[in-house]
């Protein structure tokens, strides 16, 4: 999983593609850890399916202006639109599979 670059634009990233994944989390949080590795793992089975860490120590006004309020928040978009979005503590797998659901509608599964 890429960090999210600084010259990255996460408004055209989500409507160039057709699925997105964003986490948002800080160094010191252990399940932001844990959770990327396993998005890292996950997305190698996904490969059109874009992800991106987004620090919020790095990255607070992009943090506020997508009304992140803890860490760990994971945000699903599928065609543009915000359609999964899981904080703090939560089923991971659960989330994953309700998203391959979305790509199958998309045809990428």
Same mark, same amino acid.
């Given at each position: 999983?890429?960090?999210?670059?600084?010259?990255?634009?996460?408004?055209?990233?989500?409507? *160039? @593609? &057709?699925? =997105?994944? +964003?986490?948002?989390?800080?160094?010191?949080?252990? $399940?932001?850890? /844990?959770?990327?590795?396993?998005?890292?793992?996950?997305?190698? *089975? @996904? &490969?059109? =399916?874009? +992800?991106?860490?987004?620090?919020?120590?790095?990255? $607070?006004?992009? /943090?506020?202006?997508?009304?992140?309020?803890?860490?760990?928040?994971?945000?699903?978009?599928?065609?543009?639109?915000?359609?999964?979005?899981?904080?703090?503590?939560?089923?991971?797998?659960?989330?994953?599979?309700?998203?391959?659901?979305?790509?199958?509608?998309?045809?990428?599964?």
């Amino acid at each position: 999983m890429q960090t999210l670059g600084r010259e990255e634009n996460i408004r055209a990233l989500i409507q *160039r @593609h &057709p699925a =997105v994944i +964003l986490q948002f989390g800080t160094a010191t949080c252990a $399940p932001c850890t /844990a959770i990327r590795r396993k998005l890292d793992q996950w997305g190698v *089975r @996904h &490969p059109d =399916v874009q +992800l991106r860490y987004i620090p919020i120590e790095a990255y $607070p006004e992009l /943090a506020a202006q997508e009304g992140i309020l803890s860490a760990p928040t994971v945000c699903v978009y599928i065609a543009g639109k915000l359609t999964l979005q899981k904080a703090g503590y939560f089923s991971l797998e659960e989330l994953l599979q309700k998203t391959e659901r979305y790509l199958t509608y998309l045809g990428q599964e």
